[in-house]
């Protein structure tokens, strides 16, 4: 092979190998902070129900269903435990937060 052919090989490859790795980097880069964009989101919103999750051991809050309806979009909802939160009469503040708690566990798995 000619040599000229060999030393133009070489020079294109010196000249687009760094713009691939360039590419593959920041496309990596990208994907890393979305990750970190959603997971920021998950927790925020987690911690919107739980502040209204405390509140609503009395009344029925329309902020307490809007946190909620939240949830809804980033989470797989478990519906026995959002049941035992919702629809259960309890006795006494310690089996509701009990509640809340199991349901904030099986939330808190997925971020």
Known sequence: MNTDVIMCII???????????AFLNNQH????????????????VLSDFAKNAINNFDTNSISFYASLNKLYIY??????????????????????????AKFMKNLSEQI
């Open 11 to 21: 020079a294109l490859s010196a000249i687009i190998s760094p713009i691939i790795v």
């Open 29 to 44: 880069d990208y994907k890393i902070r979305k990750l970190d964009m959603i997971i920021k989101v998950k927790q925020e």
């Open 75 to 100: 989470f797989e909802i478990d519906e026995k435990l959002l049941k035992d939160i919702t629809e259960k009469q309890h006795n006494t503040i310690y089996e509701y937060q009990d509640a809340v």
